[in-house]
Nanobody, 120 residues
Framework: QVHLAESGGGLVQPGGSLRLSCAAS????????MGWYRQAPGEERELVATVTSGGRGNYADSVKGRFTISKDNAENTVYLQMNSLKPEDTAVYYC??????????????WGQGTQVTVSS
């Protein structure tokens, strides 16, 4: 009942930048938090960054100082600005959202994922 549409992935050289976007739609009453996770081949999915509706951000140590997460509450959209990208940032990036539906049931939803490749 909640759909997450991701965009912004692609191929970038080391040191470059990308901006990911994720828009949530559906029978949403409120969103508590949105975030980004990533999964590299052969690895488990890991947290990259999350942001609450109040704007408080939380980052993995590996991306602190390089990535910035932000959220547009009115549009139920979360962004991830990724700077100084490294080859080890290569992964499929997944958007996540948690909150309440109009029915007052809680939800947690995942996007389909967007590929980010950092390579020269």
């Amino acid at each position: 009942q909640v759909h997450l549409a991701e965009s912004g992935g692609g191929l970038v050289q080391p040191g470059g930048s990308l901006r990911l976007s994720c828009a949530a739609s559906g029978s949403i009453f409120s969103i508590y938090a949105m975030g980004w996770y990533r999964q590299a081949p052969g690895e488990e999915r890991e947290l990259v960054a999350t942001v609450t509706s109040g704007g408080r951000g939380n980052y993995a140590d590996s991306v602190k100082g390089r990535f910035t997460i932000s959220k547009d509450n009115a549009e139920n959209t979360v962004y991830l600005q990724m700077n100084s990208l490294k080859p080890e940032d290569t992964a499929v990036y997944y958007c996540n959202a948690a909150g309440r539906l109009i029915s007052r049931s809680t939800f947690t939803s995942w996007g389909q994922g967007t590929q980010v490749t950092v390579s020269s």
